[in-house]
């Protein structure tokens, strides 16, 4: 699969350009709604609560979209209260990843990706309370797997 990285990383700059509009949009619904986001982990459960509301109102088409809206805020929940930056990742096609807006440095094991708008898609199939929470505590404190049984011996 060959994408235009030229292309790529100007819709990325989009997507960051107009995030602040995006996140203030997101507060003022929730607002309408009576709930209040302060970007602190307490939003992950508002998050769920707001998402399920807005998305019983938008027409099934638009559910990608409203993903993508509540994946900003997700990502600055992140940011915010753990550090990091939005980056795009473009160098490995194979990453799951890949030409997807993520999160990183948010943790102290290199290489982790925090992928907001995959984990809002999940949120959006599933509706599973806590989902939100388990995902970013997940990002945030990663824990090592010991494969060394699976190994085999030559």
Known sequence: MSIDKEAAEQDFDDFLMIMEDQLDYLKEEAE??????????DDLDKLEQLFDLMSETTDKKDIPGLVVLFARHLG??????????????LDDEKNVNFNTPVLTGHCPVEGVECAPISIMHAYSLRRKKGTLKRAVDADVNPTSID???LVEEK
Do not use: T
């Not at 309408?32 to 982990?41: A, E, Q």
């Not at 600055?76 to 990742?89: A, F, H, M």
């Open 76 to 89: 600055e929940i992140v940011r915010l209260n753990y550090g990091g930056k939005w980056e795009l990742p």
């Open 147 to 149: 494969l060394s049984d």
């Open 32 to 41: 309408r709604r009576g709930i209040f986001l302060d970007s602190s982990p």
